[in-house]
């Protein structure tokens, strides 16, 4: 078993940042690759971004140049930090590991 623990959401302005957190309890195999999901009630949910285990990162289209995931191996943590954010970007957003979820973590953009 994992447990993944977000943390770093609220409430924030448009054009506004936000960093988001997230820790997990081990490390599987050697393998750091992690990422963060966001899901608004009803809707699928999407990859927002990924980072592997080689540092490789990947961005869904509409937050490229505003989000960047970084990681802190020696702690097991993934951060996501959200820059000139827009009420699209409204969501819970879950962190990822393997098959594990973390519990999610409301971002609320206003206007």
């Known amino acids: 078993q994992v447990q993944l623990v977000e943390s770093g959401g609220g409430l924030v302005q448009a054009g506004g940042s936000m960093t988001l957190s997230c820790t997990r309890s081990?490390?599987?195999?050697?393998?750091?690759?992690m990422a963060w999901y966001r899901q608004i009630p009803g809707d699928q949910r999407e990859l927002v971004a990924s980072?592997?285990?080689?540092?490789?990162?990947k961005y869904l289209e509409s937050v490229k140049g505003r989000f960047t995931i970084s990681r802190d191996d020696a702690k097991n943590m993934v951060f996501l930090q959200m820059n000139e954010l827009k009420l699209e970007d409204t969501s819970v957003y879950f962190c990822n590991y393997f098959n594990y979820w973390g519990h999610g973590t409301l971002v609320n953009v206003s206007p």
């Open positions: 980072i592997a285990t080689n540092g490789t990162t």
């Open positions: 081990r490390t599987i195999l050697g393998i750091s690759a």
